[in-house]
């Protein structure tokens, strides 16, 4: 009786911060917010609230370190390692989708200040209308938020030229876990008076602070964009035409997407109106795409001229040239539904490894021989972001294999895939983050050293551990 009447009243304080209206705690309004979209986790909570400010934020946070209350800040849950997921069910969930203001649009200083719940593709499209570029891109940008985007660092598809996330910001506006609000949106590109705070809430998971606000850096927006996909014989081939791009476009080289042939072959068996666009297949493709402020045409002929002399040098055997923006969007279109189609052909084990760009072709051949080893008729899809060194190297279930049996083999083929990508000095998350899912791996990979300081971290900004807990780190 005591628990229920704790919760009553706690939920009766939080209608107080937020309009009741606000404060949902029925089974279906929390339903959609408690699954992970691939399905692996599976939560609880006792509330899902909505506050209007950051001044809200900062009362229902106090108010949760006054009750010892877990808090688990959500974006567009759109996460894939469990990092928004808890089975704590006196867990409150706190959503930032009314916080979705643009709180200023500084075109002269290439900046623009937003709320957390503003979705990155409004951001996008706001820096467009100032005729200015926010770079960060995802296939889930129609959904996901910008909290979200920086409390995990998301990488994308243009991190080559722009870098991931954490580069993208020059100020945050914070929620300490005290209720505390941290106002540093300063758009200033040097500040050396001290700590860059902002730097640890980047890519914390919401386990440090919660990110109400950023100031977000902003480019001039290109006027011109020339895609191309090219067949290559091998990644060693891959990335010896990713070098010979940048110095043949002059840096001008945006994404360079690496694409298996069975992606192809999952991409045109499962999406409609989507074809092969080459005579021939290849074992690998690139997708290349070239950006600048100068003339369309310009940019088209130094990509035909660079992928030409690419065929001749025997890096490329074979290419097409997006002729128009619905071409350019089809060749798109065979790298952005790689993910969705893989759910199509059964069972599929993920990875996010990164390794320095001269070690993918080692890691590559190493993995899938060793993959195929242990497992015949296992189907790799490694595909991904080659050019910064990031590749999803996931695995398709064998045909005919039971999907639930495949799956119970995820931990090993994670221990297969990640020694590999560690023994080249890699990482076993590249853009997706931690949360619950490679908490314990990362556990046990970095070294005594980092663990003590992370922890250190947590203890310090965090001491009564109620900001997402569970996540990155364990106490």
């Not at 949106?185 to 606000?213: H, P, V």
């Not at 790689?338 to 052909?345: A, G, K, P, T």
């Not at 890691?363 to 899938?368: E, G, T, V, Y």
């Amino acid at each position: 009786m005591a628990d229920t009447a704790s919760k009553t009243s706690l939920i009766e304080r939080l209608k107080e911060i937020c309009s009741p209206s606000h404060v949902l705690t029925e089974a279906q309004d929390l339903a959609p917010w408690l699954e992970e979209r691939r399905g692996l986790y599976k939560g609880r909570a006792s509330a899902l609230i909505k506050p209007a400010n950051t001044e809200e934020v900062a009362s229902v946070v106090r108010l949760a370190a006054e009750t010892r209350t877990p808090i688990i800040p959500m974006g567009g849950n759109t996460g894939l390692v469990g990092g928004q997921i808890t089975e704590d069910e006196r867990t409150i969930l706190l959503s930032l989708d009314r916080m979705n203001r643009i709180r200023e649009m500084d075109a002269a200083n290439n900046t623009m200040t937003v709320e957390a719940g503003v979705t990155l593709q409004r951001a996008q499209e706001e820096a467009d209308k100032a005729n200015r570029l926010f770079p960060l891109s995802l296939a889930s940008e129609g959904t996901c938020q910008i909290g979200g985007n920086l409390a995990t660092n998301a990488g994308g598809t243009a991190v080559l030229r722009y870098g991931n996330a954490r580069d993208l910001v020059l100020g945050l506006e914070v929620v300490l876990a005290d209720g505390r609000i941290w106002n540093g949106l300063r758009g200033l590109r040097k500040d050396n008076t001290g700590y860059d705070l902002k730097q640890l809430f980047l890519g914390s998971e919401g386990t440090l602070g919660i990110i109400t606000a950023a100031v977000l850096k902003l480019f001039p927006r290109p006027t011109a964009r020339a895609v191309g996909f090219a067949a290559v014989k091998d990644v060693d081939a891959a990335v010896a035409l990713l070098h010979f791009m940048e110095e043949k476009s002059g840096g001008a080289v945006t994404s360079f997407e690496l694409v298996p042939r069975i992606g192809v072959e999952f991409v045109t068996r499962h999406i409609e109106g989507a074809r092969d666009p080459l005579d021939a297949p290849s074992p690998w493709y690139v997708l290349v795409e070239l950006s600048s402020g100068g003339e369309s045409l310009a940019l088209a002929d130094t990509l035909t001229n660079a992928l030409g002399q690419a065929l001749e040098k025997d890096l490329a055997t074979d290419a097409v040239i997006a002729q128009s923006e619905a071409q350019a969007e089809e060749l798109w279109a065979l790298r952005e539904n790689l993910s969705d189609v893989q759910r199509e052909e059964g069972g599929s084990i993920k990875h996010d490894i990164s390794v320095p760009v001269s070690k993918m072709p080692i890691f590559m051949h190493r993995a899938l021989e060793a993959v195929t080893k242990e497992m015949p008729g296992i189907r790799p899809v490694p595909f991904g972001h080659i050019g910064d060194g990031n590749v999803h190297f996931n695995l398709s279930q064998p045909e005919g294999m039971d999907k639930a049996a495949f799956l119970e083999k995820w931990d090993h083929f994670n221990r297969i895939v990640h020694g590999i990508a560690v023994e080249l000095n890699g990482s076993i998350s590249a853009e997706h983050g931690v949360g619950q899912l490679k908490r314990d791996e990362i556990a046990a990979l970095k070294s005594p050293v980092e663990m003590d300081l992370m922890r250190a971290l947590k203890r310090t900004l965090d001491p009564e551990g109620i900001l997402n807990p569970g996540k990155v780190v364990k106490p």
